[in-house]
Structures are given as C-alpha cells and as structure tokens.
C-alpha cells in the first residue's frame, strides 16, 4: 500500500469530529517538547487499532487552515470538506449529533456522500444519559446503513467504532522494503506554487532512469528516480497534475500533503516567493515534523522577485522563524522557469537523509550529553528536585531517537529538551532534522541533589 489507508471524518459544524479526532488519536506525544503552534491545530494523526494502522484526518480542520490562504476568508462548507475527502479517503465517517437529531445540514452532506464509491460509517455522537432524550433512531432513515452510538466524551462505544473502521479498510499490502538507502521524498505545497514544474525539472535529464510506482490506494503513484547520490522515491507525484487554485484543490491538495509527508525520509516544501508565510505551507511543515521528516524549504518563483525583495532581511527571518522546526532547515531560492538554484535541491535532500539516518556510538553519546550537562546543569525543578542522567543510548535512527535514563522523566522540562536537542544536532551534524527524546525512568541510587 502506498502510505496508510486514510479515514475521514466529516460532518457539519459542532457535531463533535474534534473531540472524536482527540480521542482517536489518542494523547499519543511523540515528541517530548512541544512547540507552540506544531500541535494545537491538528489535523491528521496515526491511528492503530487490532494490529492495523490508517491515518485520520478531521475534515473541518482543514477549513481553518485553508482560510488563511489567497483565496481569502470564505469558510468552506461542509460539502466541500465532504468531497474533499471523497477524493482522497479509502472510509469516512459520517459524524451527527444524536442530540440535535437529522437536520437539513447533515441531510446535505449525506447527499454527497450517497455517490461514495468507498465504506461510509455513520456515527451518532453524543450518546449518553437516558435514552428518550436522544434522536438515535432518526439516523436509521437516512440510508447509510446502521448507525453507530458513540460518546465521544467519554469514550463510550469508540472501541466498537474502531472495530468497524479497521474491519472496512482495504487489505494492506506490505509496502517492500528496500534493503538499500533509497530516500524517500515528498514534494508539497499549495496548488501553482510550482511542485509540478520543479518535478519536471529533477526528472529532465534523468527521464531514462524514472520508473512509476503504482500504488494500490486511489490513485497515488510515486517516481522513482536514479540520482548520482542514489535511488530516490518521489513519493506521490500522481497527486501534482490535478490542477485549479479553487479552494477545493486548496483542500485537496493539503489533504494529499499530509498523507504524503507521513511516509517520508524528507519532506520538500514547496512556497511561492511571493507569497512565503501561509498557514497552510507552514502546517504541513509542522506535520512533517511530528512525523519525523526532515524538511527542506523551497523558494520558487524567485525570478519574480525585484532586487528589494530579494535582500529583504526581515523576510528570512520571518521565513526561519515560520519553518525552522529543526534548526539547521536548509532554505533554497530558486526558480523553476529560470533553473536557477535547481541543481542544490537534489544534494540538499540527500544530505538531510544522511543526516537523519545518521547513528551515534553509545560512548560518543554520553560524553557529549555529559559535557552539555556540566556546562548547562538543567534547572532545579519542584521541590528543589534537579534531573539527572545516567545513561543515554540512540534508540533508532531514521527519526533519530535517543532514550534517556534519568531519575524522574517529569523533570524534563521542555525548554531544557529543546537545548539537548539543539546540542544534539550541532554536535553531531543532525542540522534541519527532527530529534526525539524519550525519557524513561530508571532505577539508579538517590536523586537528590
Ligand atoms: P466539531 O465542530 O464537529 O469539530 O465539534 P467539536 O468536537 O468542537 O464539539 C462541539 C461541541 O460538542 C463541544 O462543546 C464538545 O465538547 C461537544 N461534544 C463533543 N463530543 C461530545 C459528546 O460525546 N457528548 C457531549 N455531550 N458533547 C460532546
Ligand atoms: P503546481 O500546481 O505546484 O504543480 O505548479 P506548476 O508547476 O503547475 O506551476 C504553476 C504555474 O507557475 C505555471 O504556470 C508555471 O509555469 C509557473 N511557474 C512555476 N515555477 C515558476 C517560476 O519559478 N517562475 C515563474 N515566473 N513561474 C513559475
């Protein structure tokens, strides 16, 4: 399967998707510092259920970051979000409130999803207290099968929800491992911004050397390319020839972004020059950060830029402090109608790829993090109480991750993480990639200190 099935959930207006989608995704923290920002407008998550995996997305979050772009502040329907994910997902999940009953808003979205070729659901939300009270039994009229009591509050029936969706999803097929170093990369970005021309460029002279991946999901393709540094797997290149700028490729195309950077090494963000800062480039950023893809950010349209522009100062660092995730975040300007910059994009992305895949010896390790304890000893915390390591080792590499032994993993404060990161990177050449921490608990003597 070419990335992970995907589940929508849609529905109108203060159904519950959001609390649905918190409580699916479960408080699953992957990363241990949290940046303001990376995960309060989340729309897409991992979910794993009965030893399956798919990803969830809640359609209506699509909305708030769809609207901060050039097509200005129309909040879409709920149709729109509907088909949108139509488009892309392989099951949906019809969200209703059980307390309103049917209305005219939730008949519309049925509507559209009538002509559904894949698994609808539909869910009745806000099933709880005593039973006259709740419209359950209007949901049986509306012709999508039987309905599903959920409390999305109190958790009451999700696991039988859960049960459901993974019993509809498609039959996974094992994507093939490749034993060799192909680097997978994903290249997105907001319709027109110049994904496609940027493509067509990487492929030119190597056109020989290009095979097509199909996928067994909808239509998902990728392009496997032979580059000097090494294979590359252009992952989802199918998903750059729909064309438009209407709000609804604007809803398709993030949609295609998110999934696509979940199953990357590196995540190429595409941005017009003129237009850099848009929530919805800097949101699949962030995701490609709690995914743990290293990220790389590409100005296009460079050409189109006048002198000031070009050396506007402010701008990089806006630029740096929108997409720097992972200090280090290479940034290249270039323009794909000139060829301009073109020939750094290839290198850039093999080296974030060896960065990422990079391992550290245990001893190596422990003498740095020794050395950055001693030069920065971590703030006393409640209770005078002070973190202590005793022990690190690099736990996986691929999203470098390292587990540290330490008296108490609540004595991580998140500041201090992101300088232990930090430090990590600088030493050890992890610039622009994501780094996990994971803190465990161990046994060793007192911690007082
Ligand atoms: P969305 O607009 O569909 O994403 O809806 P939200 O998740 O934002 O929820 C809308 C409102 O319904 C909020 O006030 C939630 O607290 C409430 N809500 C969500 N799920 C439940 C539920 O299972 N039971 C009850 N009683 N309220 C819920
Ligand atoms: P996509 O939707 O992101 O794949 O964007 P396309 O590659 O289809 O490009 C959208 C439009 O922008 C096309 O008309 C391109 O010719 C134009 N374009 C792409 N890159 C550049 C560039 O670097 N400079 C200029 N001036 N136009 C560009």
Redesign the pocket.
Known sequence: MSGLPLVALVGRPNVGKSTLFNRLIGERRAIVSPQPGLTRDRLYGRVEWGGRAFGLIDTAGLDRVVRDGPEGDLPANTQTQARAALAQAELICLVTDVRAGVTAADLEVVEVLRRARQPVLLVGNKHEGSGDRLLFHELYGVGLGDPLPISAISGAGTGDLLDAIVEHLPAAVPVPEEAGELVRCAIV???????????NALLGEERALVSQVAGTTRDPVDTRLETAEGPLLLVDTAG?RR?GVTKDADFYSLVRALRAVDRADVAMV?VDAQAPLLAQDRHIAGQAREAGAATLVVL?????LDQDERSDRALIRELRSAYDFAPGTPFLY?????GRGLQRILPAIFELARSRAKRISTPELNAALGEVLERHPPPSGRGGRRLRLYYATQARSRVPTFALFVNDPELLHFSYARHLENELRRRFGFAGVPIRLRPRKSGASSDRS
């Open positions: 970005g907001r319709p027109n911004v110049g994904k496609s021309s940027i493509l750059m064309p595409v296009n349209k460079w050409d189109l270039v323009s794909a109608k000139t």
